[in-house]
């Protein structure tokens, strides 16, 4: 039995299920895509619904009076630790056919069910009831987090297709009927994402009288937000809103991206957001790129092949692992042509819309760090470290301009050192423990602070220092998330003079952020 599991939202989830076993005369094996989606109702409070989505090719069908039907035997349950708090187990036919062969077509299943908050055991178990597969059983978490008055989004849902509602069912949902789009794989074919979710609650947070959608479409490795892609919509607050927008993607080449939508206050703060990851296959757009010729963009300017070679390793810090693999490989080769082709690919994967625009403000970045990070090395040979090679040249690549920088060369404090000592008391001369304090002696650093890292959380700091006071820093700790991290790091900062497990003013700088 082969299961992947592809956590897609915070609160929406998708697998994709193949079940195999001894198989059938035609060894047909049963494929589904599943997922859910969480929601509010002020009447009845917090509820899920699951999708499946089932590929009728890979079914038997049977002979069901003068046609031909599929059926799934599904089992939904739902457990709090030892105690199943919700179970449903029903038979899905397909569509019916004039013949077995007719079945080149995907039908879905959607179930709605009324549950309280909680962190609760999602098991799904499906088999084919006309073949001879074990069940295929999967299993993951389920957390539901909505109140009266707590300002949420619900999950957010892409979309196949929306009409207006004629009858009301489960796919209504704002006088629209939605069917939703249940995998994270969007090929050539679809051309736009249409997409709703639910705000609530949000009046309780705000008394301004609207409050404002904004969606749109980032690169997951980088987080660049496609401005081309991004919308705005104004919503008058309320205990529950709809938003429902359609963003167009004929022209976004392949990759990996997130559809992010916010919501903002008056003043533009962020009060809420989610993400939903999906993988965009456009071999379209790629042959078009494929076929520019590299002279007509900007990276057919970049002649300089030593030059060119910085450049493209200089992209090592935002690139994925794939792409450092060939970045490693391309500079040792001779040949200037497929690096400019590698560093337009580069970009236009980053920036499809304006890779030109995306890769001059990067090269901001590179002129920053090697006019200001750049070292002589410690032999004084005449060769220098470039500043894109150091620690601070790599974090300012990959995040940019921190929003706040504490440059010390010399920092002393009068502090509480660890320990103590005893000394005799004046009463009854019994003795008694005094703190040790004295002046601690910092070796030189630099505390820089993100307000926001993509993907982590807000105000991440990193500490640089200068261990032998030669100019050049290395980075000694940080709490983003990847990068290194050191609980001695303060120690090794000021020689030892702190003992263990004690924070010092330039720890407690670090937690405060400057």
């Given at each position: 039995?082969?299961?992947?599991?592809?956590?897609?939202?915070?609160?929406?989830?998708?697998?994709?299920?193949?079940?195999?076993?001894?198989?059938?005369?035609?060894?047909?094996?049963?494929?589904?895509?599943?997922?859910?989606?969480?929601?509010?109702?002020?009447?009845?409070?917090?509820?899920?619904?699951?999708?499946?989505?089932?590929?009728?090719?890979?079914l038997?069908?049977?002979?069901a009076?003068?046609?031909?039907?599929?059926?799934?035997?599904a089992?939904?349950?739902?457990?709090?630790?030892?105690?199943?708090?919700l179970?449903?187990?029903?038979?899905?036919?397909?569509?019916?056919?004039?013949?077995p062969?007719a079945?080149?077509?995907?039908?879905?299943?959607?179930?709605?069910?009324?549950?309280?908050n909680?962190?609760?055991?999602?098991?799904?178990?499906?088999r084919?009831?006309?073949?001879?597969?074990?069940?295929?059983?999967?299993?993951q978490?389920?957390?539901?987090?909505?109140?009266?008055k707590?300002?949420?989004?619900?999950?957010?849902?892409?979309?196949?297709?929306v009409?207006?509602?004629?009858t009301?069912?489960?796919?209504?949902?704002?006088?629209?009927?939605?069917?939703p789009?249940?995998?994270?794989?969007?090929?050539?074919?679809?051309?736009?994402?249409?997409?709703?979710?639910?705000?609530?609650?949000?009046?309780?947070?705000?008394?301004?009288?609207?409050?404002?959608?904004?969606?749109?479409?980032?690169?997951k490795?980088?987080?660049?937000?496609?401005?081309?892609?991004?919308?705005v919509?104004?919503?008058?607050?309320?205990?529950?809103i709809?938003?429902?927008?359609?963003?167009?993607?004929?022209?976004?080449?392949?990759?990996?991206?997130?559809?992010?939508?916010?919501?903002?206050?008056?003043?533009?703060d962020?009060?809420?957001?989610?993400r939903?990851?999906?993988?965009?296959?456009?071999?379209?757009?790629?042959?078009?790129?494929?076929?520019?010729?590299v002279?007509?963009?900007?990276?057919?300017?970049?002649?300089?092949?030593?030059?060119?070679?910085e450049?493209?390793?200089?992209?090592?810090?935002?690139?994925?692992?794939?792409?450092?693999?060939?970045?490693?490989?391309?500079?040792?080769?001779?040949?200037?042509?497929?690096?400019?082709?590698f560093?337009?690919?580069?970009?236009?994967?980053?920036?499809?819309?304006?890779p030109?625009?995306?890769?001059?403000e990067?090269?901001?970045?590179?002129?920053?760090?090697?006019?200001?990070?750049?070292?002589?090395?410690?032999?004084?040979d005449?060769?220098?470290?470039?500043?894109?090679?150091?620690?601070?040249?790599?974090?300012?690549?990959?995040?940019?301009?921190?929003?706040?920088?504490r440059?010390?060369?010399?920092?002393?404090?009068?502090?509480?050192?660890?320990?103590?000592?005893?000394?005799?008391?004046?009463?009854n001369?019994?003795?008694?423990?005094?703190?040790?304090?004295?002046?601690?002696?910092?070796?030189?650093?630099?505390?820089?602070?993100?307000?926001?890292?993509?993907?982590?959380?807000?105000?991440r700091?990193?500490?640089?220092?200068?261990?032998?006071?030669?100019?050049?820093?290395?980075?000694?700790?940080?709490?983003?998330?990847?990068?290194?991290r050191?609980?001695?790091?303060?120690?090794?900062?000021?020689?030892?003079?702190?003992?263990?497990?004690?924070?010092?003013?330039?720890?407690?700088?670090?937690?405060?952020g400057?």
């Open positions: 039995m082969k299961r992947i599991l592809i956590l897609t939202a915070a609160v929406a989830l998708l697998w994709t299920a193949t079940a195999a076993g001894s198989g059938d005369s035609d060894g047909k094996h049963l494929t589904a895509v599943f997922s859910y989606a969480t929601f509010y109702e002020p009447s009845t409070g917090s509820y899920f619904e699951t999708y499946l989505s089932f590929d009728a090719w890979n038997n069908f049977v002979k009076g003068n046609q031909y039907q599929a059926t799934v035997e089992l939904i349950t739902v457990s709090l630790g030892d105690s199943i708090v179970a449903k187990k029903y038979d899905l036919g397909s569509p019916k056919i004039a013949s062969d079945n080149r077509f995907n039908f879905i299943d959607v179930q709605r069910f009324a549950l309280a909680g962190i609760y055991d999602l098991k799904l178990q499906i084919d009831k006309n073949g001879d597969d074990e069940p295929t059983v999967v299993e978490q389920l957390a539901l987090y909505y109140d009266t707590r300002p949420a989004l619900s999950s957010v849902q892409m979309m196949s297709n009409t207006p509602t004629e009301p069912n489960i796919l209504s949902r704002s006088g629209y009927d939605m069917e789009y249940i995998n994270d794989f969007l090929p050539e074919q679809v051309g736009k994402i249409n997409f709703y979710c639910e705000l609530y609650n949000i009046n309780h947070e705000t008394r301004d009288q609207y409050v404002y959608a904004v969606s749109f479409i980032e690169v490795e980088t987080g660049k937000v496609l401005e081309s892609t991004q919308s919509k104004r919503l008058e607050r309320g205990p529950i709809p938003i429902f927008s359609t963003i167009d993607i004929e022209d976004l080449p392949s990759g990996n991206y997130n559809l992010v939508v916010e919501i903002r206050n008056h003043d533009n962020i009060m809420l957001y989610k939903l990851p999906f993988f965009r296959s456009n071999p379209q757009v790629e042959a078009k790129l494929n076929q520019t010729p002279s007509m963009t900007f990276a057919g300017t970049l002649n300089d092949e030593a030059q060119l070679n450049y493209i390793e200089a992209l090592a810090p935002i690139a994925n692992e794939v792409e450092r693999r060939d970045i490693y490989d391309i500079i040792h080769r001779p040949g200037i042509e497929e690096k400019q082709r560093m337009y690919r580069f970009w236009v994967r980053r920036e499809p819309l304006n030109d625009g995306a890769w001059l990067y090269k901001q970045r590179i002129d920053y760090v090697n006019a200001n990070f750049t070292w002589p090395r410690a032999d004084f005449g060769t220098k470290t470039k500043g894109i090679h150091t620690d601070r040249g790599r974090v300012y690549l990959q995040y940019g301009a921190p929003d706040f920088v440059d010390e060369k010399n920092f002393v404090s009068m502090r509480y050192m660890g320990g103590g000592v005893t000394i005799q008391g004046n009463n001369l019994q003795p008694h423990d005094v703190p040790k304090q004295g002046q601690i002696f910092y070796l030189p650093y630099q505390l820089w602070r993100y307000n926001n890292l993509p993907g982590d959380d807000a105000n700091c990193f500490i640089f220092w200068d261990e032998f006071r030669s100019g050049f820093y290395k980075l000694l700790h940080s709490n983003a998330r990847g990068e290194v050191d609980s001695m790091w303060e120690r090794r900062l000021c020689g030892q003079q702190l003992e263990e497990n004690v924070v010092g003013e330039v720890g407690e700088q670090f937690e405060r400057y």
